[in-house]
């Protein structure tokens, strides 16, 4: 087997600097994609505004406004109708977040 020429090879502290700057690079850019999915929400709502639905970067439900024309629905429809925006809202977040890591995930040359 072959070793590489002395000169072919960079000097360790190089080698360190460099594997250094790449790690704080990523750092940097997870801890910018941490804060940025915090802020994540999204709200579905009905056509007519009889209910609002706003949800966190977790999907969890943060908001429900019933409007008048929500006093008009059966409640069974009504129930129906805020689990339906809760989850349309939520692939909204999941979608928003998956955005924010994709340049983490793929990372360079993938």
Same mark, same amino acid.
């Given at each position: 087997? +072959?070793? /590489?020429?002395?000169?072919?090879?960079? /000097?360790?502290?190089?080698?360190?600097?460099?594997?250094?700057?790449?790690?704080?690079?990523?750092?940097?850019?997870?801890?910018?994609?941490?804060?940025?999915?915090?802020?994540?929400?999204?709200?579905?709502?009905?056509?007519?505004?009889?209910?609002?639905?706003?949800?966190?970067?977790?999907?969890?439900?943060?908001?429900?406004?019933?409007?008048?024309?929500?006093?008009?629905?059966?409640?069974?429809?009504?129930?129906?109708?805020?689990?339906?925006?809760?989850?349309?809202?939520?692939?909204?977040?999941?979608?928003?977040?998956?955005?924010?890591? +994709?340049?983490?995930?793929?990372?360079?040359?993938?």
């Amino acid at each position: 087997m +072959e070793r /590489p020429h002395p000169s072919a090879v960079p /000097p360790a502290g190089t080698w360190l600097d460099e594997y250094r700057e790449r790690v704080e690079e990523i750092r940097a850019r997870a801890e910018s994609a941490r804060a940025r999915i915090a802020t994540v929400t999204a709200t579905a709502r009905t056509r007519d505004g009889a209910v609002v639905v706003t949800v966190d970067q977790s999907g969890h439900l943060t908001g429900l406004v019933l409007g008048v024309r929500a006093e008009e629905m059966p409640r069974a429809r009504l129930a129906e109708t805020v689990l339906r925006l809760a989850a349309e809202a939520a692939a909204d977040v999941a979608g928003q977040v998956e955005k924010i890591m +994709e340049p983490l995930i793929s990372g360079p040359g993938r």
